[in-house]
């Protein structure tokens, strides 16, 4: 399958589980390999969640969607993220406040 940027920039990102991430916002590439270092997702239209996500972590890129695991998404429950830390490792997100 071939997809280009404009696309893949409308595609919504989801979990394994149905949790809806949001949509492609950026992507980042490594010059040397020509390759996806990874792909920034968009909470929302207004929203400042963003989203790294490695291309190891897609299980499915489709036409209407792109799956990924489930460990990309951050608990705000102290406790359920307490619990889920682990399988956090090596996920980037980051809040940016304007």
Do not use: C, W
Not at 14 to 29: A, P, R
Not at 31 to 41: F, L
């Amino acid at each position: 399958m071939i997809i280009n940027l404009p696309q893949l920039k409308h595609l919504s990102v989801y979990t394994q589980t149905g949790i809806k991430l949001g949509k492609i916002n950026d992507i980042n590439f490594l010059v040397e390999t020509h390759s996806v270092y990874q792909y920034i997702v968009r909470s929302n239209f207004l929203g400042r969640k963003y989203f790294f996500i490695k291309p190891s972590q897609i299980i499915e890129i489709n036409n209407d969607r792109i799956v990924v695991e489930d460990a990309v998404v951050i608990e705000k429950d102290k406790v359920v993220a307490k619990y889920n830390s682990k399988i956090l490792e090596g996920v980037a997100t980051t809040e940016i406040n304007n």
